[in-house]
């Protein structure tokens, strides 16, 4: 299955998997294969990625590797760890090796932790449990959460009292407890803030070189890989696609997938000054904020948005860019008039965002349409696509009759690709793909003639290679129709390749507006040149600071 | 936009669960546990539908000697009033079901219009129809039943509102709960800024997803409703006119069915008050379990998963697993 | 750190619950139209005299909220009125049955947790297994019977076998104490068992799909990564927070536990509080009603403040 195993070199590997296939009892009760033998080894101390997208088996053949799937799972092959067959006596010869040689890191840091015991307790039981010296067991906790950047004290607190970042520390901590000598680490980043995020997988790194740890790490970022690993395997619907060296796959990759995937993971150093709308026009803006402010009052009074100004105009693509919990959902939610604790001005085409006149709020429903973060949610399931598009028309009393009212619905299918929409009218959610549904929602803003679509996070939740379809088609609508939009999100590079403007937010506040190149290339503000820094590059060549 | 709280492990469970539920209620219902309920409820349905034509007596009149018991004429016995037990227990079937399906009808009413209100609106409603939930859900209902079925006179109605205006409590904490996730699926915030109404909201979007659920409590409703009848009526609280599985059971009791060995007198009707729970829990049972998503998936199942041996690999073949033409519909 | 904000919350609403209960009883007996007070000639075998002096207990010529004034006052001074079938006054009848209830109810109730969650927990943790299906199947069965059915069932079971009626022979006065208990707790088996039956199957059902619940979460994927053996697993990670959801419903359910107890003492004989609940019923004894219902109410109040209490000792993350 890996003919192209480059590591074949100087030292025996500390782990082999080997022809390694699973399969999972489906509910017919038929066996369906999710890996389909695949081989990988892992030299002592080498950091490797296991890059896939949703769906690909990679979280199942680390499961496997630890001998963690589920009860309905059928495995086949070897895992050998120095040499010996772990797999071969079934969960019984995987537990001795579980923790003491190899651990893991799950995505879930928010839920790997028993949540009624302290973190303490709970490095203190692997150790118990495998047998480390009583006496040493506070120190030695005391030592590991030290060796993750936690401060003093962090042994007595409970998992609930930690944030994501620290809890993710104190997950590190946890595996690297009985010194293994391979981590396995799923997604270790990926619910994480882009700062964070970047400051986990430097720990990650640092602790690898420093301890000598083999590190499996699965990420469906290319970015996350470039930057931490020397050798990196594909997978793509259970097969390694293609396995070598990180710098060769992305110079040079033999498989299609392989570039596909690279070329579709934005790399913020190549944004260029590229030829953008500069929309410089004497009529108003489509969109005008003006010093709008939120303040949620209450027991936890806080400034949600603070005194931000910025416009939207006609045909242009602006992008709000910050880390959670910087405003911009609420800001972007003031625009639809949803939020009553919101002073300032918003203006849409004429239409006060923050008026309370049932005319006005009417109109405001027509002309701004939002785009969620989650497709999967964002359609009713038991609503099949033409009754999702008619729905709006409905609610805002368009065309005469169901004839009338179908060929608008028509037509908002065809703006958004689904062609020929014979085939999408009568489908439910669950026969369409996440990509498929994403344009579903966005059609069902379309049918309404808006002026100003506003998407959260609209391609946060989709893989990377369905994203660049779902961003391109909303610049596209942007050119074709004139529409504006306003796009918020965390993800700097994505918006610096598809935005027109780019406005950073923290803490309620703009910190920089500005054109992507501008921004990218010559940052003005220290926190968004922290941000770029961020930013993991797919290019194994662009060290991140 | 809050750090998404998925993991590898919810990720493609959130998807296979919102894809399914538009059949959680026929599935649960395919279920072996459920088809026994259905059937257990089905059964005694038709039984008290039809009681007038299967009754082999009179209620009303004697038709054999007192205590008599079990015998080719009177399969159940008779009673103390030389009553044949059986015509007893159909006929209190009839009026004792009659109780616990309306008092249930009322409960879940109430319960599912306090919980929607309270969950989709949230805020002051919330609050304080939460908080009178809890005030009645800490008072034991069934004395307060007592009290006031005592002080209002013993009556069919008045036991059917006392149940029904008492119980809804476990209803509404369960459906404010879900209207309270529903409220914010992306959905229904899709809907709210397109400009759809709160009516329109609760009726297209909220109300049809809350079916199975309003299905199970219903059911379930059922079982405390016919508990709390036979309750009362053992306390002598109910109807004396009319014959209820409850009031057989007392009057078996307090005549004297025990200590005079007439077992007969009081088993049927009791056996038929289980029968008939049993059967609603194991159909509310089964569509709770289906809808509960955290019950598909363990960790520490008793099986762990098998190993194939490598030769075997080749024999198994499930590389492209195609389905037979026979199965061709089961599924898509 | 929020916990005593969170103690200071539930005790407040314990307060409020028993001033709500207070009121509903005044209203419930006074307001309500049709309600006890204003039927009072309906009292069964009432002289004009027993009339006169009820009217001046309750005070009905003043107005309402005088009336609620004099009833409060009446309660903080511990006078719950007087009985109208033995004239012993309501708080002294109440405290004798009250203390003759609690052995009944805290023995079976205290049984039927432990079966209940032992039970529960085994069956979870050998989900689908026979051992699972037995015990599920029978509390399902348990679950469905009536409770007065189970309790004439176990009478006419072992008739003769064991008393069946009271807390003690009543001839056993000239027994040794050693034989008296021995005589009481004879006549405690059948009651105890009765509600035990009744109970433990609404715990073993709640215990189980609780642990259940807590299989599937990602800590339990993780602890088995660590290494931990099973016994470990499902000590320290699934029951423990099993345990969260199951002392919130072991509280909701006190009502089982209530009504159990007032069939049981009604077909025993049992001389509690609910058989005084019974014959107050049988004999429309008002001043014994009102005071049966509040006596049980703050009980269960108590016990629900109990139970946050716990929420409050297992649960690190309780605030609001």
Redesign the interface.
Known sequence: MSPMNAHDGDMPPVLEIRDLRVWFKNDEGEDVETVRGISLSLAPGERLGLVGESGCGKTTTILAT?G?LPANATVGGQILFDGEDILAGGDATV??????DI??V?Q?AM???????TIGWQIE??LR??GFDARGVPARVRELLGLVGLPEGTEKR?P?ELSGGMKQRA?IA?ALSCEPKVLLADEPTTALDVVVQHQILQLLVELSDRLGLAVILVTHDLGVVAQSCSRAAVMHSGDIVEIGQVSQLYHEPASDYTRALFEATPDINSVAAADRRSVASDAAPLLSVQDLRVRYPGKHEHLAVDGISFAVERGEFVALVGQSGCGKTTTLQSIMGLIPEATGAIDVSGTSALSSRRADRRRLRSLVQPIFQDPYESLDVRFTVADTLEEPLLIHRVGGNRRERLEVIRGALESVGLTPTEQYLNRYPHQLSGGQRQRVAIAAGLVLNPALLLADEPVSMLDVSVRSGVLKLLAELKDREGLGILMITHDLSTAAEYADRIVVMREGRIVETGAPDEIVNHPSDPYTQLLIDSIPSPDPGLAAA | MTAPGT?V??LPKRRRSTDRRRGALATALRQPSAIIGLSIIAAFVLMSIFAPLLTPYSSKAVSCGVFEPPSAAHWFGCDDGGIDVLTLVLEGGRVSMWVGFTAAAIAIVIGSAVGILSGYFGGWVDTVLMRIT??F????????M???A????PSLGHVIVVIGALMWT?TARIVRSQVKTLRERVYVRRVEAIGGSHLRIIMRHILPQLGPLLAASGVLAV?VAV??E??LA????SDPNAITW?VI??R??TRAA??T?A?WA??P??IA???L??GC??VGRAIE?AL?P?????????RTWAIRPLGSTEDAKPRAPRKSPTEKGAGS | MHRGRYIWRRTV?ALV?VF??VT?NFV??RV?P???VSRMSRVPGASAELKAALERQFGIDKPIWEQYLLYLKGLATGNLGVSFSNRQPVTSNLAEAFMNTLPLVLTGTLLALAIGILLGVLSA?????VFDHTMTNIS??F???????LG??L??FF?GVLPSAGMMDPFAVALSPGEQFIDRVRHLILPVATLTLTLYAEYLLIMR?SV??T????????????????G???R???V??AM?PTVTMIA?A??TV??GA??IE??YSWPGIGRE??Q???Q?DYPM??G??LV??IT??AF?YLADLAYAW????VSD
Do not use: C
């Open positions: 630890l963690l537990r001795p090796h579980r923790w003491k651990a893991m799950f879930g839920s790997a932790f028993n949540p009624v015991k039981e692997a449990v495998h409970y609930h997950v946890m | 993991t492990f919810s809890d005030y859900l800490v008072i034991p209902q069934i004395v307060l007592i009290v006031i005592a002080v209002w006179g476990a079982t508990f709390n036979t309750a053992f306390l002598g609280l409850g059971m007392e078996a009791f025990i200590s060995g077992w009081i088993v009707a009791g008050v289980a029968l729970i049993l829990y194991l379990d509960n955290r019950l598909k998936i363990s960790h520490l199942a008793l | 609403f619950t709500v209960a509903l419930l007996f309500l049709g309600s006890a943790v050998r989900r689908g297994s399902v069965m679950y469905a019977f009536p409770t007065q059915f004439a069932m009478l006419i008739a799909s259940l619940e299989l599937g979460e990602d800590y339990v994927l993780t602890a088995r990564a660590k290494g931990l053996s099973r470990r697993i499902i320290s990670y699934s423990r927070n969260l909701l006190l009502g209530v009504s007032i069939l009604v077909i609940l019974y107050a019923v049988l429309r009603l009102q049966g219902f049980i109410t269960v109040i629900n297992l649960d690190p993350r």
